[in-house]
């Protein structure tokens, strides 16, 4: 148990569904992250929110988007999604350090594996 | 964009085999972390070396940090079985925004 739990472990969605994932830190920490995981890939960074406001967007489709609504919580809606966005989606959190030359370390949950039909 | 080449891609060994795993980068990082990833779960860091030139172990892990900053290895004394996994290696340049490998697949036959 890291303290970053991930809900569903598990989602299968057709193209026109909306769903939500949801992840919830008890660590105390002020900046969350959103990963995705394909196979043979690196992680990718998708969303960071330090302090409940997002501070990274990498790129990433408006068919996902993200909701922090305080630093516990993290959310990513998802909605008319492609198969190729099929992959684990990890999240994380950390102490913010988004000024700093040090890192801080980021906890990872167990993450979403979703599907997409 | 950064890029981290890490290599092997996957290893099979037998259990009490020494194992060594590396990452180079095009770009230099202040921080160079190892990560471990079991089926169904997030990646859980290993060890995290802060300094050009570090050598840190953790049991019978070791990790050293390159003095270019651009490379880093992971080694990993007498595998057992429970060593199966992913590991990652992790480049971050300032603040928490990391730069992931692609991974390396350790298998370990008894």
């Known amino acids: 148990e890291t303290g970053v739990t991930q809900t569903p472990r598990h989602l299968v969605m057709g193209m026109t569904n909306k769903k939500s994932l949801k992840c919830e830190q008890h660590l105390g920490h002020n900046a969350m992250y959103w990963y995705k995981q394909s196979a043979k890939k690196p992680l990718e960074l998708m969303f960071v929110?330090?302090?409940?406001?997002?501070?990274e967007n990498n790129s990433v489709p408006s068919r996902f988007s993200p909701e922090c609504p305080n630093s516990s919580h993290l959310f990513l809606h998802l909605h008319t999604l492609q198969p190729e966005d099929s992959a684990l989606y990890l999240c994380?959190?950390?102490?913010?350090?988004?000024?700093?030359?040090?890192?801080?370390?980021?906890?990872f949950g167990p993450g979403t594996r979703l599907t997409v039909l | 964009g950064q890029q981290l080449n890490q290599s092997p891609q996957s290893m099979f060994i037998q259990e009490g085999e020494d194992v060594s795993m590396n990452c180079t980068s095009s770009s230099i990082f202040n921080t160079w972390l190892w990560y471990k990833q079991d089926p169904g779960e997030g990646p859980v860091l290993l060890i995290a070396?802060?300094?050009?030139?570090e050598l840190t172990s953790n049991g019978r892990l070791t990790a050293q940090f390159g003095i270019t900053r651009k490379d880093s290895f992971l080694n990993i004394s007498a595998s057992i079985p429970s060593d199966v996994g992913i590991y990652f290696c992790?480049?971050?340049?300032?603040?928490?925004?990391?730069?992931f490998g692609t991974g390396t697949q350790l298998k370990v036959e008894l």
């Open positions: 929110y330090s302090l409940e406001e997002r501070v």
């Open positions: 994380a959190s950390s102490q913010d350090g988004s000024g700093d030359d040090s890192y801080n370390e980021q906890f």
């Open positions: 070396l802060y300094k050009a030139g």
């Open positions: 992790a480049g971050a340049g300032g603040g928490n925004k990391l730069t």
